[in-house]
C-alpha cells in the first residue's frame, strides 16, 4: 500500500477494515487529479496491477454519465477508481460489472448504517429518492477487444450543500444520518463487497441482476427515457440477461442500452 504524506485520510483504519484478496491491495492515495478514471487509464502502462484503487480527495474533471461533471468538495466524499486488467471479468459480462458495483455500494450503505437504499438503472445509488452515488465504467482497447476496465465511483459521505442543477437532487450520507461518517470504513466496506459481487458476476450472473432488481423500484412502472435528445415513454417490464432494460411502448418491448431514466 502507498502511502503519501499526513492527510485527513486514516490508511492505518482503512487497512485494517479492508478484507480483500486483490481489491485495493494496491492502492494510491492522491490530494488531486484531474479525473481518476483518466488517470488510470492513461498509465495504464505503468498502473496495470489488477485490483488498483485509487482515492483522490478533489478531481478537478470529474465525471459523470454522458459527459455530466461530477461536482464534490475536497476530503468531504470517495471519489475513487478501481482497475480491472484481469479479462476474465469484463469478456463475457461486461455490462454486469455496471450492476455488481452499484449492488455493491447500496450493500455497503445498508450493512454499515441502516439506510435503506433503491438502485435506479442504470448505475445510480438513491436514498430517500435522492442520489448519494454515481459509478462510470470507462475502459481501453487494443484493437477490437477490451484490456482494461476502470470504475469510476463518487459516493457523497460529509458534504451537506451541493450547488447546481441536477436531474435527481442529491444527498448525501451525513445529511440522511446527522452525523460525520468515517470514510475508511465505508470505502474498504465497498471495495470488500464488490470483491465478492464480481467473483459472483462469473458463476453467477443471473444472481447480481435478480439482487439488483429487488432494489429497483421503478420496474412495473411507467417511465420516460431520454437519450441523444430522444425521449421515449412507457412500461419498465425488467432486465434482460445483460442488464439492458426492456421497454414495453404499445405494442412491442424495446431493449434499451442508455439512457436517462425518470417515472412519469
Known amino acids: 500500500m502507498k502511502k503519501f ?5 486514516n490508511f492505518e483504519t482503512f487497512d485494517i477494515k479492508l478484507d480483500t484478496e486483490f481489491i485495493g491491495r494496491n492502492f494510491i492515495y492522491s490530494e488531486e487529479v484531474e479525473s481518476t478514471n483518466s488517470f488510470l487509464l492513461n498509465n495504464a502502462e505503468k498502473l496495470d496491477v489488477n485490483g488498483t484503487v485509487l482515492l483522490a480527495e478533489k478531481q478537478t474533471r470529474g465525471k ?3 459527459n455530466s461533471i461530477w461536482h464534490s468538495n475536497k476530503e468531504q466524499n470517495l471519489t475513487f477508481s478501481i482497475l480491472l486488467t484481469d479479462k476474465k471479468y469484463f469478456e463475457k459480462f461486461f455490462n454486469i460489472i455496471n450492476f455488481a458495483t452499484s449492488l455493491a455500494v447500496s450493500q455497503a450503505i445498508e450493512n454499515i448504517y441502516q439506510l435503506r437504499t433503491e438502485l435506479k438503472w442504470p448505475n445510480d445509488i438513491l436514498i430517500n429518492h435522492k442520489k448519494v452515488a454515481g459509478i462510470l465504467l470507462e475502459s481501453s482497447s487494443k484493437g477490437s477487444k477490451i484490456s482494461k476496465l476502470v470504475i469510476g465511483i463518487g459516493v457523497n459521505v460529509n458534504q451537506t450543500l451541493f450547488q447546481g442543477n441536477f436531474n435527481i437532487a442529491p444527498t448525501s450520507l451525513k445529511n440522511e444520518l446527522s452525523f460525520n461518517v468515517e470514510r475508511e470504513k465505508t470505502l474498504a466496506e465497498i471495495l470488500n ?8 458476476s462469473l458463476t453467477k450472473p443471473d444472481d447480481i441482476l435478480k439482487d439488483w432488481k429487488l432494489k429497483c423500484r421503478m420496474i412495473g412502472e411507467i417511465i420516460s427515457i431520454s437519450a441523444d435528445g430522444h425521449v421515449k415513454d412507457g412500461i419498465f417490464v425488467d432486465l434482460d440477461n445483460e442488464g439492458f432494460l426492456l421497454l414495453k411502448t404499445r405494442d412491442k418491448i424495446e431493449k434499451i442500452h442508455f439512457g436517462e431514466v425518470s417515472l412519469l
Do not use: A, T, W
Open 193 to 200: 463487497i464488490f470483491e465478492s459481487n464480481i467473483e459472483k
Open 64 to 66: 459523470g454519465r454522458n
Open 5 to 9: 504524506r499526513e492527510s485527513l485520510f
